[in-house]
């Protein structure tokens, strides 16, 4: 069956202009709304850990030292008592190492040569969500849908409150996104020309480097790259250097090849949380990315899409949508299910075909392809649908919830000693990148290390202070109450409050 949507447009030549001077304007207003919201420093435990690895990188070391109280080194208490969140204790007993993946962080060096370290997350995170946005209409055209649609498509992902959610942050979610379908684009583009290949091979490389498990996406390059021996040996030397390159690093930092900072995460994986983490695929996901997604399953069963496309587009939301079904995480909250943006482009397309296909059977058909008027009122009951459900659910904060890092470590500068010793966890990752103090995990401490750490800070006459985010309060009083004391309020940023810790004295 033909059908309308997938004729050549009718729109009057002024309407084509029309619609390419407001797709640029929107994109460029769209940017403007994420680069006013954005936060994409070193703040929690993610965000600071790519902001401390691209600081390494820009050093050029693999390994550091973590600060230590003078006569208590870190070999002598518990192995996380100094190491700040985002990094692990090193494999050879060398300091410790970076916990995340260097892809993300290799971006942010690059343009931290342009911009500096201030806004180096801002452009690395801003420019691939715009991407990820043209990447996704660009494969909806591959995919054999018409300019609305893809535009459509493309509009569901940008306009997802998890999709800006993410793209507020130093995180790797929203450029995994972009990269996988990056390759799967120019796997299909070496379907007319193979060198093509090594485009794919690159950026599948450059995905991996974001997340290992961004591997996952091989699945639907292959089947875009068809049975062909020479656009493989094109997608095998494009990904050599980047797989090199990984495969190195992982050897030199955490002591094995195939190692990567997570360690061995199988612990974090296990059978019985499928059917939790599937109710919350289908609790979530319509909200994130329309009702329409709930269509998906009916791709396979269209015979007017090629069985190549809907091959690829199938094996790519399952393959990450099974692969996160048994993780202990995406489960937990709404935006843990940012592990499956790589895939939302297939997903978006995918129910887009099969939507066309319904509406296609109706008499008269949807005119979308030939009404700008249906188009406009379409997108305009998605973005307010992305509107109601981005304010609902704060999407848009989360960058000023980051910037309040900057902010804290700002006071803790100009007001605290630079001897300074603080009992801290949440903000560890941020202390550690934007000030010179030492810090002590409190979650870490306990036992023997607390007599340790105070005798160390009475030879050495270091002032303790603790810095606490709300959540943090009930979970440390049992330790404020085991180390004695007084532990007196001297300064808050915004709902974050610095204590200081006062001996007491000695009754006479």
């Known amino acids: 069956m033909d059908f309308p949507e997938a004729e050549p447009l009718k729109y009057a030549a002024q309407w084509r202009r029309a619609a390419w001077v407001a797709a640029i304007f929107a994109l460029a207003a769209y940017a403007e709304i994420l680069g006013l919201h954005m936060g994409a420093v070193a703040g929690g435990s993610d965000s600071s850990g790519y902001l401390n690895h691209a600081k390494l990188i820009a050093l050029g070391e693999l390994h550091t030292q973590p600060r230590t109280i003078p006569g208590l080194p870190a070999s002598q208490v518990a192995p996380f008592l100094y190491i700040p969140l985002g990094f692990r204790p090193a494999w050879d007993g060398a300091g410790m190492v970076p916990t995340y993946p260097l892809g993300l962080s290799l971006f942010i060096v690059a343009f931290k040569v342009i911009v500096g370290w201030r806004y180096a997350g801002d452009v690395t995170l801003l420019l691939h969500a715009v991407a990820g946005i043209l990447a996704t209409y660009g494969l909806g055209r591959a995919g054999g849908l018409s300019k609305p649609w893809s535009a459509l498509c493309a ?31 120019a796997s299909l583009k070496a379907r007319d020309r193979p060198s093509w290949a090594a485009a794919a091979g690159a950026a599948l490389a450059v995905d991996v480097l974001l997340r290992p498990a961004n591997v996952l996406a091989f699945l639907p390059v292959l089947v875009a790259l068809g049975v062909s021996p020479r656009r493989w040996l094109y997608l095998a030397l494009g990904g050599l250097p980047g797989a090199a390159f990984f495969f190195a690093h992982n050897a030199a930092a955490y002591g094995g090849f195939a190692t990567t900072g997570y360690g061995d995460s199988l612990d974090s994986f296990g059978s019985a949380l499928i059917p939790g983490t599937l109710a919350q695929y289908l609790r979530w996901m319509p909200v994130l990315f329309t009702p329409a997604i709930l269509l998906i399953p009916g791709l396979p069963f269209l015979p007017s899409v090629p069985s190549r496309t809907r091959l690829m587009l199938v094996l790519w939301v399952v393959a990450f949508a099974a692969f996160y079904s048994a993780y202990q995480f995406t489960h937990e909250s709404w935006w843990y299910l940012r ?23 109706l008499k008269g058909g949807p ?33 000023e919830e980051e910037l309040r890092y900057g902010v804290l470590t700002d006071w803790m500068r100009a007001n605290m000693p630079a001897d300074a010793v603080c009992l801290t966890m949440q903000a560890s990752g941020s202390i550690y990148f934007y000030t010179p103090f030492t810090l002590v995990r409190w979650d870490m401490l306990k036992g023997a290390d607390i007599p340790r750490v105070k005798a160390a800070l009475a030879d050495t006459k270091r002032p303790l202070y603790a810095v606490l985010f709300p959540f943090e309060f009930e979970r440390i009083a049992g330790l404020q109450h085991k180390y004695g004391g007084t532990w007196n309020p001297v300064g808050k940023v915004d709902d974050v409050v610095i204590l200081r810790y006062s001996p007491r004295l000695p009754v006479p």
């Open 155 to 185: 509009a569901a992902v940008a306009l997802s409150p998890l999709y800006m959610f993410m793209s507020l942050q130093a995180m790797s979610d929203v450029p995994s996104l972009a990269w996988t379908t990056l390759a799967v684009l």
């Open 339 to 361: 592990f499956l943006l790589p895939m939302a482009p297939a997903l978006v397309v995918g129910s887009a075909l099969v939507l066309r296909a319904i509406l296609g059977r």
């Open 367 to 399: 005119g979308l392809a030939r009404s700008p008027v249906a188009f406009v009122t379409v997108l305009g009951l998605l973005s307010a649908s992305s509107l109601w459900w981005c304010k609902d659910l704060g999407a848009l904060h989360v960058g």
